[in-house]
């Protein structure tokens, strides 16, 4: 087939790419090498407009055993052990066809990590919608992560949800999966030894997911839903299987190098592994399991059917493997071999479909550095109105507030997930930090998944770094020291100079914070291109970090007995009126946006995190739970579900609004029976922080000089905390 | 006290109901693969939770036909403690061990969450240490937990006190709310709540204790 322009368009490569391709192979590309080239490139594959930025992320530390470049990073943990994880999103196939995108999501990420050789033990996921009212994407989001998680028998520990109307039309859903092994049981992507067989296990290869790569890789038009074929289609059974299978194969010590067959599937898989080995790989497709008959080279290289894995094999000890997988009642069968010469070479049908060199591939993708010299996008004011309206209720207002999408309770979405499977689960959804432990050692792994859009919107930058403050923060409440992270980078479309302004400052805030709070980057993934018929998403990057701590019963975030003195860390912070705008008060109640992000102090945030580390391991804290979206009474009423509340006194600041729900970071509340000791930790490590109150029956109370602002049952806080939800999806199913 | 935990292809539960068993002073557990034509030495076999062979067709559907059933079957048969838990439970309903059948929860989807049950009779190796009436709270995750039998067949296990333990509050729609049931010679047990789940005071509960305990003490007693 001759390659017109046209070809080259619809493989969404430019002209300028297509030369490359041409100077690469010093030839003319056959149709089926366009297409491999289109996946390896697309930005989905290649990172091509992102890497030059994403090198500038710190990615080594005393934890990182492995950084970016393989399936996952990977972190010691101590005694020998290792942790694998990484989060990966599937927004495109999410909003084409939800329950199908979410569940391959959760597939893809958990195959990384078995890839790894490491067993997964902790799912979480973070997803945005538009409205609570857009049900169809939200049940069928919900229901294809609980299809497919549970069925795994991974326990979906945490996460986040969020609403806001620029997801409407491009959902985001990112999943976090995290894996356990031995640190001398790691297994990695690099083919090597010239002769070893190439062997191909698991599913079939069909037709389903051809291009996903591409599609993930473009803008949304009104075209997009005829891309529902492009969406594949996961089966959970099949993956516990083949996980099983691959970590008994990898025991007979048979395997040599393993990669799942994920975005652009045999192609990817086997010219990434080639390239990181710097060897040749020789396929024949006449060997590859098929779903159908008739399949060109074409279609069984783009294909993204799901459940799949490419490894090689010693020489000699194929039957090894073979035997294990047919104990599991799985295809695994040599497909090829590794070669000398360092080009990936494709047979079909005793001819050569493709040659191509595997650097040219993986490493030779086009990189740009995107214009991106003007101020990032936003459209929202920057100064306060003139007044900003006072209360009429602030009852109302608070139970407005615990009752909004945002930060109701999300029991509705996490109780369709099982997360107790394993029986590690030490806390689970509803906590500030998910927290499972490893059996075989005593240590446990904490986690915290978190991104806040509207701040990156106002301020990428500064908005990432919060994000970053705030997971760190999440960690330490729960008494985990954090270690480690991965990042989602969720924006539009990176063609235009002012998402891309929102990128490169969201990169270069993430940058910052890692390095000031030592969670190295340990990999991630990057998703743009999130715009539908123009409209783009809120700058979104959602940070996933990993802390580590001895193995304990967590702080619980519910206060737990009437008579506790409660001890806010960190001091009252207050909140001026540019910054209450980027709050949930200023959206819910006032429906406006506007100003900055709240202020963050890193020092002093990191001095918090220190502070409370050392009230945890000390045993001072009986709750605690940190001051995020919706401020302090918002906190407050979080920690009141187990009945028991509280009677708060503050001083006087900018006015009642903004003292109850300004949100401000470096804040935790704690619950203790020994406030002196906890002030003795504090003033040793510089913060602020005092006793603002008690735990008292069944009422929360806040009362400021000698007025009394806020006064509402625990009970009705309850009902809307946790009906809100239920009631909003229910009312129309 | 030996157990044999059985792993069918999509088993998820195994390694839990393995580790609670094995921290249990006096007991210990072993894997038996799904194609073992033998049980070994055991002296209880457990079903765990999960998704056998995906739960394709219907849960349970397609383990029943694994040959070490054949082996559970006689075993059970000869009057050895089996107890199926979650799927455990719906392989029991599919091979015939136990009556009914687990239909797909009323609200149509998949809960998980602790549920108190009533204790309905100690008169079981199951239940034995436990008290008439007493709550016990274990985790439920499932979405296919409602039991359904018909009514004489409900009748009759209600007149055999069969019925081990009943959900306090009815979270799936189950008939007469009941949560776990016997086989009539009282020697097979299948609920679907875990209590494999709750033995270890870290992960929030120790209340399952009391049916494995139940079981230690009956095999080191035996009641006939």
Same mark, same amino acid.
């Given at each position: 087939m001759t390659i017109t322009p046209e070809l080259i368009t619809q493989h969404q490569l430019t002209q300028a790419e297509y030369d490359k391709i041409v100077s690469l192979l010093g030839r003319e590309p056959s149709y089926t090498e366009l297409g491999v080239f289109s996946v390896m490139w697309s930005e989905h594959c290649s990172y091509k407009s992102s890497r030059i930025h994403l090198k500038t992320l710190p990615t080594e530390g005393k934890y990182v055993v492995q950084g970016p470049g393989e399936n996952a990073g990977v972190i010691g943990i101590g005694g020998g052990w290792v942790v694998a994880f990484k989060i990966e999103s599937h927004n495109h196939p999410s909003y084409i066809e939800p329950f199908q995108g979410a569940a391959t999501g959760v597939g893809g990420i958990l195959r990384d990590i078995f890839t790894m050789?490491?067993?997964?033990?902790?799912?979480?996921?973070?997803?945005?919608?538009?409205?609570?009212?857009?049900?169809?994407?939200?049940?069928?989001?919900?229901?294809?992560?609980?299809?497919?998680g549970n069925c795994f028998g991974v326990p979906t520990v945490g996460g986040e949800t969020v609403f806001e109307s620029c997801y409407s039309g491009n959902p985001l859903v990112n999943v976090f999966a995290l894996g356990v092994c031995k640190e001398n049981e790691i297994f990695y992507a690099r083919a090597s030894g010239i002769g070893n067989p190439v062997i191909y296990v698991g599913a079939k290869t069909g037709r389903d997911g051809i291009h996903g790569a591409s599609m993930a890789s473009a803008e949304f038009t009104e075209e997009s839903k005829q891309k529902r074929p492009n969406v594949q289609v996961g089966d959970p059974f099949l993956e516990k299987l083949l996980l099983e299978a691959c970590i008994e194969a990898m025991k007979t010590g048979a395997i040599v190098a393993i990669q799942d067959m994920g975005a652009a599937g045999l192609t990817s898989s086997s010219c990434e592994m080639g390239s990181r080995g710097g060897v040749g790989i020789d396929i024949d497709l006449d060997l590859v399991p098929q779903r159908e008959p008739g399949m060109t080279a074409y279609e069984m290289l783009l294909s993204e059917s799901q459940e799949r894995m490419l490894?090689?094999?010693? #020489? @000699?000890?194929? !039957?090894?493997?073979?035997?294990?997988f047919r104990?599991?009642?799985?295809?695994?069968?040599?497909?090829?071999?590794?070669?000398?010469?360092?080009?990936?070479?494709?047979?079909? #049908? @005793?001819?050569? !479909?493709?040659?191509i060199p595997n650097p040219a591939l993986a490493d030779e993708a086009p990189k740009y550095d995107r214009p991106h010299n003007v101020k990032p996008y936003r459209t929202a004011?920057?100064?306060?109105?003139?007044?900003?309206?006072?209360?009429?209720?602030?009852?109302?207002d608070l139970l407005r507030l615990i009752g909004s999408p945002d930060l109701c309770s999300k029991r509705w979405i996490w109780q369709q997930y099982d997360y107790q499977v394993r029986t590690n689960t030490l806390a689970g959804p509803g906590s500030d930090a998910a927290v499972v432990r490893i059996k075989e050692i005593g240590q446990s792994v904490a986690m915290s998944l978190d991104g806040n859009g509207r701040y990156c919107y106002l301020d990428p930058r500064e908005g990432a770094k919060l994000a970053v403050a705030e997971c760190c923060r999440n960690l330490s409440t729960t008494g985990a020291l954090p270690v480690a992270a991965t990042n989602n980078l969720n924006f539009g479309n990176p063609e235009r100079p002012e998402i891309m302004a929102q990128l490169v400052e969201t990169i270069a805030g993430i940058g910052e914070a890692c390095r000031h709070f030592e969670t190295p980057i340990t990999g991630g993934n990057v998703s743009l291109y999130n715009e539908t018929l123009g409209e783009g998403i809120y700058p979104t990057p959602v940070l996933g970090i990993v802390g580590l701590m001895k193995t304990a019963p967590p702080v619980p975030v519910a206060f737990q007995r009437e008579g506790a003195h409660v001890f806010l860390l960190g001091g009252f912070r207050?909140?001026?009126?540019q910054r209450f705008g980027s709050g949930e008060y200023a959206k819910v109640i006032l429906n406006q946006l506007w100003g900055l992000p709240p202020m963050l102090d890193m020092h002093y945030e990191k001095r918090v995190h220190e502070a409370m580390r050392e009230i945890v391991a000390a045993g001072l804290a009986e709750s605690a739970h940190d001051l995020s979206d919706g401020g302090l009474a918002i906190a407050a009423s979080e920690s009141c579900t187990s009945e028991i509340g509280a009677k708060l006194h503050i001083p006087q600041g900018v006015s009642p609004e903004l003292d109850l729900f300004g949100e401000a970071p470096s804040r935790i509340l704690i619950t203790t029976a020994n406030p002196q000791q906890v002030e003795q930790i504090m003033l040793r490590h510089d913060v602020e922080g005092c006793v603002i109150g008690v735990t008292i029956g069944g009422q929360l109370q806040i009362g400021c000089e000698d007025r009394m602002l806020v006064n509402v049952a625990t009970e009705d806080l309850k009902r809307e905390f946790e009906t809100a939800l239920p009631n909003r999806l229910e009312a129309h199913a | 006290m030996k157990v044999g935990v059985i792993v069918f292809p999509g088993s998820n539960c195994d390694h839990d109901a393995w580790y609670a068993i094995n921290n249990i002073q006096q007991a210990s557990a072993n894997f038996i693969w799904h194609d073992s034509p033998t049980l070994g030495d055991v002296d209880a076999v457990i079903l765990p939770g999960g998704f056998s062979y995906g739960d394709y067709l219907r849960c349970g559907a397609i383990a029943r036909f694994s040959p070490v059933m054949?082996?559970?079957?006689?075993?059970?048969?000869?009057?050895?403690?089996?107890?199926?838990?979650?799927?455990?439970?719906q392989v029991l309903v599919e091979v015939g061990l136990l009556p009914g059948a687990l239909l797909r929860n009323q609200s149509l989807k998949f809960i998980c969450k602790d549920v108190a049950l009533r204790t309905e009779t100690t008169n079981s190796p199951f239940t034995s240490t436990l008290t008439k009436g007493q709550t016990v709270t274990l985790p439920i995750a499932h979405g296919e937990g409602q039991y359904f039998a018909d009514a004489h067949t409900l009748d009759e296990l209600?007149?055999?006190?069969?019925?081990?333990?009943?959900?306090?509050?009815?979270?799936?729609?189950?008939?007469?709310?009941?949560?776990?049931?016997?086989?009539?010679?009282?020697?097979?047990?299948?609920?679907?709540?875990?209590?494999?789940?709750?033995?270890?005071?870290?992960?929030?509960s120790t209340q399952g204790l009391g049916i494995f305990e139940s079981m230690l003490q009956s095999l080191a007693v035996p009641a006939r």
């Open positions: 050789g490491a067993r997964p033990i902790a799912v979480m996921d973070s997803l945005r919608f538009g409205s609570i009212d857009q049900h169809r994407i939200l049940t069928g989001v919900v229901a294809g992560i609980a299809h497919y490894l090689v094999a010693e #020489k @000699g000890r194929e !039957e090894e493997v073979f035997q294990v104990k599991w009642g799985l295809d695994a069968v040599t497909i090829g071999k590794v070669t000398p010469d360092g080009n990936l070479r494709i047979r079909h #049908k @005793g001819k050569i !479909e493709a040659e004011p920057l100064d306060a109105p003139a007044v900003i309206p006072a209360s009429k209720d602030l009852n109302a207050p909140t001026d009126p | 054949r082996a559970v079957k006689k075993f059970a048969a000869d009057g050895g403690l089996v107890i199926g838990i979650c799927n455990g439970f209600e007149a055999e006190d069969r019925v081990a333990f009943r959900y306090i509050d009815n979270p799936n729609g189950s008939a007469r709310d009941i949560a776990g049931i016997l086989s009539r010679e009282r020697n097979v047990l299948g609920l679907m709540p875990h209590p494999e789940r709750a033995c270890d005071p870290l992960t929030g």
